[in-house]
């Protein structure tokens, strides 16, 4: 295989190289890895014991040890202390390590470690895509083309939506765990509320309530809910994945006419984009509020920064 250029990374390089005349290309289907592993959370690479100040990867290395092709990876947005992959038969694996709150789902104690990817859920006969999302070091989301939601990881503020009575280890689940209902794609949880549209077009929430981020026009910051409970009355909500986002209680989804609904915790420079400065709690917005426009499509948003890719 031509020498990969060291430190100069372009859109598909793997490709770039192939239609340069590379006749070994081989790139689809491979995951790679870079960045921290103290906690395999890059799976087990002898070379680099993990817990050494070694296991660090500042270039891309290739997953190898688990045979199969990827279609999807990533890894716990929070602690960044677990990952996962999605095979392209639809099957999930995860690796890393669980914490107390059995976030990897394999049905073992909390604390666990896996150093290798292990499978948490298995492709039914015939194969189907999969999306997965990790809600900082609390939960895990899974739903399959089939529109059949999983969930596992703690469930103290509600955020797993099982119903649960408490306290403690009574509000885990250490193996994904189905949620009734038939969802979409679009999906999201930060480890303390989740929100999801349906098939139909609806959009629903549950966890704890901050800063208004469940959407259900509810101020006190000590609301927790449950159970899957719908946002307003609208069936229109977009059911494409990463049209919802949330991070740090601010929220974003568009709908499928392609205008952008915003609400949750202000931040303190104006991420919900309403003209407003930020700051302060009482500006934040409890339920869904439009920005204008009628091109919206994809977003994201972090602490302090939100972004969109409208459809034009």
């Known amino acids: 295989m031509a020498e990969l250029r060291q430190n100069t990374w372009q859109l598909d390089e793997w490709y770039a190289q192939a239609v340069a005349g590379n006749a070994e290309y081989n790139g689809a289907g491979q995951l790679w890895m870079f960045g921290r592993n103290n906690e395999y959370q890059l799976t087990n690479f002898p070379s680099f014991p993990p817990g050494t100040s070694s296991s660090w990867f500042s270039s891309p290395v290739q997953l190898t040890s688990a ?16 990952a996962f992959g999605v095979k392209s038969d639809g099957s999930i694996w995860v690796w890393g390590k669980a914490g107390p709150t059995n976030s990897l789902g394999l049905n073992q104690p909390g604390n666990t470690t896996a150093s290798s990817p292990k499978q948490v859920m298995a492709a039914p006969s015939g194969g189907y895509t ?15 083309n089939n529109g059949e939601m999983y969930v596992w990881g703690q469930g103290n503020y509600g955020q797993l939506g099982l119903n649960q009575p408490g306290p403690g280890d009574a509000m885990k689940q250490s193996s994904p765990t189905q949620l009734p209902g038939t969802w ?8 303390i509320s989740s929100l999801a549209t349906k098939t139909d077009g609806t ?7 901050q800063t ?7 101020g006190n910051p000590n609301i927790k809910i449950s159970s899957p409970t719908q946002v307003g009355t609208d069936t229109n909500w977009s059911t494409t994945k990463h049209h919802l986002f949330q991070k740090t209680g601010a929220v974003g989804c568009s709908k499928q006419d392609g205008t952008m609904w915003v609400w949750g915790w202000n931040g303190d420079a104006g991420v919900l984009g309403l003209s407003q400065s930020g700051g302060q709690t009482t500006k934040s917005r409890s339920s869904p509020t439009q920005l204008p426009g009628t091109t919206w499509g994809t977003y994201g948003t972090s602490t302090s920064v ?7």
């Open 67 to 82: 045979s199969g092709t990827w279609t999807d990876g990533g890894n716990n947005p929070g602690g960044s202390t677990s």
């Open 130 to 144: 999969s999306r997965i999302v990790m809600g900082e070091e609390n939960v895990q989301m899974a739903v399959t």
């Open 184 to 191: 979409s794609m679009n999906f999201i949880t930060d480890g």
């Open 203 to 209: 959009l629903w929430s549950w966890g704890r309530s």
């Open 212 to 218: 208004g981020q469940l959407g259900l026009n509810q």
């Open 306 to 312: 939100a972004m969109s890719v409208k459809t034009d």
